[in-house]
């Protein structure tokens, strides 16, 4: 199985930027996608492929992805982004799986 | 409007059979594949499998083959996820997820039903 890594906890200032990043063996490879999950709620796409942005979703959230580590980018963060994010990516093998990372709580304080 | 609409909540004793549903609405069924998330209380998420409507083909994550069955019934644009014996390590929320390509690997997860909670206790 492919392993994602991802900090548990990452704080942040209203206004501020918040980097969240996603590690794996050769990850810019591959393409990455991001999920927000609110409490209580389904998780929601916000980043696919890397670094695009589904419709609906703020500009202030950017993503990149090369060599080990993939990054979601917040910009201005405002506290509505107080959520746990997902990172993502396919693993191939006899039959493509899918792989998430451990999830990271975004606090906004 | 894409919809993907989840069964309800189900409380169950370990050993029961249960079949949950996902019904897609607003777009062709038969065009994208729907994958299974499960979500155990306070942890992530892990992919369960996928199943394709158009001609049932379905695949596993390992750590799920053999303990779930994956379907789906294109006539009524609806996916499945059940269990021949439930156990309590069962409980959790299961989120049903569209994908338009599989073997492309590079599909996200674009919409994501409600969840199903499944509660297994005696």
């Known amino acids: 199985s492919y392993d994602l890594t991802q900090p548990p906890s990452v704080s942040v200032s209203p206004g501020q930027t918040a980097i969240i990043a996603c590690s794996g063996d050769?990850?810019?490879?591959?393409?990455v996608s991001w999920y927000q999950q609110k409490p209580g709620q389904s998780p929601v796409l916000v980043m696919y492929?890397?670094?695009k942005r589904p419709s609906g979703i703020p500009e202030r959230f950017s993503g990149s992805n090369s060599g080990n580590t993939a990054t979601l980018t917040i910009s201005g963060t405002q506290s509505m982004d107080e959520a746990d994010y997902y990172c993502?990516?396919?693993?191939?093998?006899?039959?493509?799986?899918?792989?998430f990372g451990g999830g990271t709580k975004l606090t906004v304080l | 409007e894409m919809h993907l609409v989840q069964s309800g909540a189900e409380v169950k004793k370990p050993g029961e059979s249960l079949k949950i549903s996902c019904k897609g609405s607003?777009?062709?069924?038969?065009?994208?594949?729907i994958a299974w998330v499960r979500q155990m209380p306070g942890k992530g998420l892990e992919w369960m499998g996928i199943?394709?409507?158009?001609?049932?083909?379905?695949r596993y994550s390992p750590s799920f083959r053999g303990q779930v069955t994956v379907s789906a019934d294109k006539s009524v644009n609806t996916a499945y996820l059940q269990w021949s014996s439930l156990k309590a390590s069962d409980t959790a929320i299961y989120f049903c997820?569209?994908?338009?390509?599989?073997?492309?690997?590079?599909?996200?997860?674009?919409?994501w039903g409600q969840g199903t909670l499944v509660t297994v206790s005696s």
């Open positions: 050769n990850l810019g490879d591959k393409y």
């Open positions: 997820a569209r994908v338009e390509q599989y073997w492309h690997m590079r599909s996200p997860l674009d919409y």
């Open positions: 199943v394709y409507p158009d001609d049932s083909d379905t």
């Open positions: 993502q990516a396919w693993d191939s093998g006899t039959a493509p799986q899918v792989a």
């Open positions: 492929e890397d670094y």
């Open positions: 607003g777009y062709r069924f038969t065009d994208y594949w």
